[in-house]
């Protein structure tokens, strides 16, 4: 079953906590994203990688770091300095000349 | 810089009545441009989506938008508007090569009966 796996669904914090988010595709494609989704403000890009072992800062990285250790894989970690990190979060892989593919995100919450 | 508007954050329809939601973009080379809908709590799903060629695309589920250069536009329509496309509706642009991917803040669809 081709496509992208976001984990978990949804997600708790607690103050000062680092948590990290999943993110898998078999679709094969080289780029992969992070963006974070509050009402009214669209989606934000926090980071994207085009390649295995290389990623860059999107709009709003701050708070946030990612690795690229495989092409199938992009985990999000939203750190303890990251303060503000209720939010949806949506993964996207995109290929060469296509639209991007979305996962079904994580909602995270700080409790 | 790029970057992406939508100007109507919030649109309200009859259902049967046709739509055009706004989509203006600023990018330094030729555009890659997609439009998205969003259900509640769901992924985003595209909708169209225009590399080059016929500046008129047809999409899924009867819509279609219109890529004007001059304008720097990227229009979505549907002449008849059913409930179901009550949702939220985003515009993004982009290179070809897997680079960055901007997208507007979004438009939300109410649709009455």
């Known amino acids: 079953d081709g496509g992208i796996t976001q984990s978990p669904k949804y997600l708790f914090r607690k103050e000062g906590q680092n948590v990290t988010l999943s993110c898998e595709q078999n679709?094969?494609?080289?780029?992969m994203y992070w963006y974070r989704q509050d009402p009214g403000q669209g989606l934000r890009l926090i980071y994207y990688?085009?390649?295995?072992?290389?990623?860059q800062k999107g709009d709003i990285a701050e708070g946030y770091s990612v690795s690229r250790e495989k092409k199938e894989s992009f985990p999000l970690t939203v750190t303890s300095a990251q303060k503000n990190p209720t939010a949806f979060y949506l993964c996207?892989?995109?290929?060469?000349?296509?639209?991007?593919?979305f996962g079904q995100g994580t909602r995270l919450t700080v409790v | 810089a790029q970057s992406v508007t939508q100007p109507d954050i919030h649109i309200t329809v009859s259902e049967g009545a046709s739509l055009e939601l706004r989509c203006n973009y600023s990018?330094?080379?030729?555009?890659?441009l997609f439009w998205y809908v969003q259900s509640p709590g769901q992924g985003l799903q595209l909708l169209l989506k225009?590399?080059?060629?016929?500046?008129l695309v047809q999409g899924i589920k009867g819509f279609e938008a219109e890529f004007k250069r001059s304008q720097s536009s990227f229009n979505l329509r549907k002449p008849s508007v059913h409930w179901s496309d009550a949702a939220e509706y985003f515009c993004?642009?982009?290179?070809?090569?897997?680079?960055?991917?901007?997208f507007g803040t979004g438009t939300r669809l109410q649709v009455f009966p």
């Open positions: 996207a892989t995109r290929g060469r000349f296509t639209e991007a593919f």
């Open positions: 679709l094969n494609h080289d780029a």
């Open positions: 990688s085009q390649i295995v072992n290389d990623f």
């Open positions: 990018y330094g080379a030729t555009p890659y």
């Open positions: 225009y590399f080059s060629g016929d500046t």
């Open positions: 993004a642009v982009g290179g070809p090569f897997s680079d960055k991917l901007i």
